[in-house]
C-alpha cells in the first residue's frame, strides 16, 4: 500500500525567498514520486518526477526535488521565489501498478 | 495534438438527475483514469482502466460507472447525482510500460449538484 503526506497545508514566502514543500511517503517497494503544480481552475502540470535515475530532480520553472530513501522523503525546494509560483502542488507516489496517490496538496502564496 | 480532452467544463445537475463526463486522449495511452478533487483531500480515484475492455474501482467508486469500448474514451457516468458528488473531476491517461510513465491530465471539470 502506498500513501503521501504533505507537511502544510499553505505556505507563505516572500518574493526571492526560499521555496520548500515537504512531501513523505510509505510504500512497500521503490516508488515512483511525482510533483505537480496546479494554477486556479486549470488541470495539473507535471513539474518532475523521480524514477531511481538520480536522486536528485531537476524539473521545470526552476524546481528541483530530493529523493532520500533513509528518510521516505521527497521535498520540493525552488532557491528564489517568483510571484508567479503561487499556485497548489501536490505531491504524488506510483507502484507497480500504474495508480497514483496524491496528497493533499500545499498552495503556495508569494508576497511581494 | 489535443493530448487529455474533457467535456464539459462546467455543469450544474440537481439532485437525483444523471448524465456523463467525456474523457477522450489521442496519445494512444492504455490506462485512463478518473479522479475527483476536493479541498484538502487532494485527488481521489474513482475509477481507472488499462485498457479497452477493462476496468476497475479506484478508492472512492460509489455513484459512478464507467466502461471502455475504446481506447481513445472513457466516459464517467453518474447515475443519480447527490450534492456530495459536487467536486472538480479529472481525467488522466498515461502509458502502462512503467510506473514511472509521466501521467497526462485534462483540464478538469466543475460539477455542482443542488
Known amino acids: 500500500a502506498q500513501s503521501v503526506t504533505q507537511l502544510g497545508s499553505h505556505v507563505s514566502v516572500s518574493e526571492g525567498a526560499l521555496v520548500l514543500l515537504r512531501c513523505n511517503y510509505s510504500s512497500s517497494v521503490p516508488p515512483y514520486l511525482f510533483w505537480y503544480v496546479q494554477y486556479p481552475n486549470q488541470g495539473l502540470q507535471l513539474l518532475l518526477k523521480y524514477t531511481s535515475a538520480a536522486t536528485l530532480v531537476k524539473g521545470i520553472n526552476g524546481f528541483e526535488a530530493e529523493f532520500k530513501k533513509s528518510e521516505t522523503s521527497f521535498h520540493l525546494t525552488k532557491p528564489s521565489a517568483h510571484m508567479s509560483d503561487a499556485a497548489e502542488y501536490f505531491c504524488a507516489v506510483s507502484e507497480q501498478d500504474y495508480k497514483l496517490s496524491f496528497g493533499a496538496g500545499t498552495t503556495v502564496t508569494v508576497r511581494a | 495534438n489535443a493530448g487529455v480532452t474533457q467535456t464539459p467544463k462546467f455543469q450544474v445537475l440537481k439532485t437525483g438527475q444523471s448524465m456523463t463526463l467525456q474523457c477522450a486522449q489521442d496519445?494512444?495511452?492504455?490506462?485512463m483514469s478518473w479522479y475527483r478533487q476536493d479541498p484538502g483531500m487532494g485527488l481521489r480515484l474513482i475509477h481507472y482502466?488499462?485498457?479497452?475492455?477493462?476496468?476497475d474501482q479506484g478508492e472512492v467508486p460509489n455513484g459512478y460507472n464507467v466502461s471502455r469500448s475504446t481506447t481513445e474514451d472513457f466516459p464517467l457516468r453518474l447515475l443519480s447525482a447527490a450534492p456530495s458528488q459536487t467536486s472538480v473531476y479529472f481525467c488522466a491517461s498515461r502509458l502502462t510500460g512503467g510506473s514511472g510513465n509521466t501521467i497526462y491530465f485534462g483540464e478538469g471539470s466543475w460539477l455542482t449538484v443542488v
Open positions: 482502466s488499462v485498457g479497452a475492455g477493462i476496468t
Open positions: 496519445m494512444n495511452h492504455e490506462y
